[in-house]
C-alpha cells in the first residue's frame, strides 16, 4: 500500500476497515531520532534488536507486561524502528500493554514462530533488494525493522526504512512457509513505494493515481522475484478485464477531482474508491481484494510494452505526476478489451 496526504487521508481511514495499514506512511511530525544510512543490497541485515528485547520482557512477565515494564524494557533506549511505529501504532506503554493482554497468544506465536523466519528471511531481503540495486541502482534501499507493536499495524515506512509490526504479519498466515512469502512480497513491493515519488496529493485522479502507484509497486515486486503477485486475483480478473475496466472508468468519474479526505467526507467518492483499494477484508462481494492493483499494473504493463526505453519505463513508474498521461500513453485498454465490453464483473 502507499499513503500520501489526501488521497491518504482516505488510506488511512481506509485502513481500520481494511488489513490494519500494511505499510502506509508513518502518520506523524519529524522523528526526534535521525534515520539509519541507506541499506547496502549484498550486507543489509534484518534489524530484529527490538523484538528480541520485546520477547525477553514477554518472557520475563509471564506473557503479562505492564505498562512500567513496557516502557522500560521496551520502549525506553529503543531503535529507530519503533521510533517510526510509535506515534499512531504504539502510541505509548499503556496502549501497547492493553492490547498484548487483550491477545497474548498472538504475540506468544509471533515470538515462538514467525520472529525466528523473519530473522531467517535475510537471504530473501538480500536476493531481492539486489535485484532492485540491479534495475534503480541511483536509489537509496530502507533497512528494515522488526518490532511488536499494538496489534492494530502490520507495518509502516519513516525516512530510510520500513518497519514490520510482527504479531499483526504472523496472524495473516498459520504457516511459516505462508509467513514468509507475505515477507517477500514486502520487500518487494512496499520497498518500490519507497523508492516513488508522492504524485500530487490532491490528484484530479485519485483513484487512477492510486492504483497506478500500486500497480507500479506490483509490476516491480513480479520482476525481481519473478512471481505473479496474488496469482488467485489475477486468474479472477483477468477473463473479466473489459467489464472490470468498464466499471473502473465509471468510479474514476465518481473520484474525479474529489479530495477523498475533505470534511465533510464525500461518502459517495470514497466508496467508489473504496472498490478497488483499501478494501482488504470488505471487498464487493464476489471480488478479490485490492482490484485496483491488478487494473494498475494491467495498465503499466501497456505502458512498459509500447516504451522503446524500457528502464525509462520503470522509472516512469516511480516519478509519474501525471495519471491521465500515463493512461493515454499506455494504450490501455488493448482493442481486444475495448471490443468485449459486455461481460461484467458482479455487482
Not at 534495475?135 to 522488526?146: A, D, N, S, V
Not at 472508468?249 to 473504496?274: C, N
Amino acid at each position: 500500500m502507499r499513503a500520501g496526504d489526501g488521497q491518504t487521508t482516505a488510506r488511512r481511514w481506509i485502513a481500520a476497515v481494511g488489513w490494519l495499514l500494511l505499510a502506509g506512511r508513518a502518520a506523524a511530525g519529524p522523528l526526534e531520532v535521525a534515520p539509519p544510512p541507506p541499506a547496502d543490497a549484498l550486507t543489509v541485515e534484518i534489524h530484529a534488536e527490538d523484538a528480541d528485547r520485546f520477547a525477553r520482557l514477554f518472557a520475563a512477565t509471564g506473557g503479562k507486561p505492564t505498562a512500567a515494564q513496557l516502557q522500560k524494557g521496551y520502549l525506553d533506549g529503543a531503535s529507530y524502528g519503533v521510533a517510526v511505529f510509535t506515534p499512531g501504532r504504539i502510541g505509548d506503554a499503556a496502549r501497547l500493554a492493553k492490547a498484548v493482554a487483550r491477545d497474548p497468544a498472538a504475540y506468544d506465536r509471533a515470538i515462538r514462530e514467525c520472529l525466528p523466519a523473519a530473522k531467517a528471511a535475510v537471504t530473501d531481503l538480500r536476493a531481492i533488494y539486489l535485484a532492485l540495486h540491479g534495475l534503480l541502482p541511483e536509489r537509496k534501499l530502507p533497512q528494515i525493522y522488526l518490532v511488536f507493536g499494538a496489534g492494530n499495524s502490520g507495518g509502516t515506512a519513516g525516512p530510510g526504512a520500513q518497519v514490520l509490526g510482527l504479531e499483526v504479519l504472523c496472524a495473516q498466515d498459520r504457516t511459516v512457509d505462508g509467513f514468509r512469502a507475505i515477507l517477500r512480497r514486502f520487500f518487494a513491493h512496499e520497498t518500490v513505494h519507497t523508492l516513488q515519488r508522492d504524485p500530487a496529493t490532491r490528484a484530479p485522479e485519485p483513484l487512477l493515481t492510486g492504483a497506478l502507484e500500486e500497480g507500479a509497486a506490483d509490476f516491480v515486486a513480479a520482476i525481481v522475484t519473478g512471481q505473479v503477485p496474488d496469482p488467485e486475483r489475477a486468474a479472477w480478473a483477468a477473463p473479466r478485464e473489459a467489464g472490470l475496466w468498464s466499471e473502473f472508468r465509471k468510479d474514476m468519474a465518481k473520484t474525479r477531482g474529489i479530495d477523498l479526505g475533505a470534511e465533510p467526507e464525500p461518502k459517495a467518492a470514497v466508496a467508489a474508491y473504496l472498490r478497488w483499494l483499501g478494501n482488504y477484508g470488505n471487498a464487493p462481494p464476489g471480488w478479490p481484494y485490492e482490484l485496483g492493483y491488478w487494473i494498475g499494473m494491467r495498465i503499466w504493463q501497456s505502458y512498459y510494452d509500447a516504451a522503446p526505453d524500457k528502464r525509462a519505463a520503470i522509472r516512469a513508474m516511480l516519478d509519474f505526476e501525471d495519471a491521465e498521461a500515463v493512461l493515454e500513453r499506455s494504450g490501455y485498454p488493448p482493442a481486444t478489451v475495448r471490443s468485449d465490453a459486455s461481460i461484467s464483473p458482479p455487482q
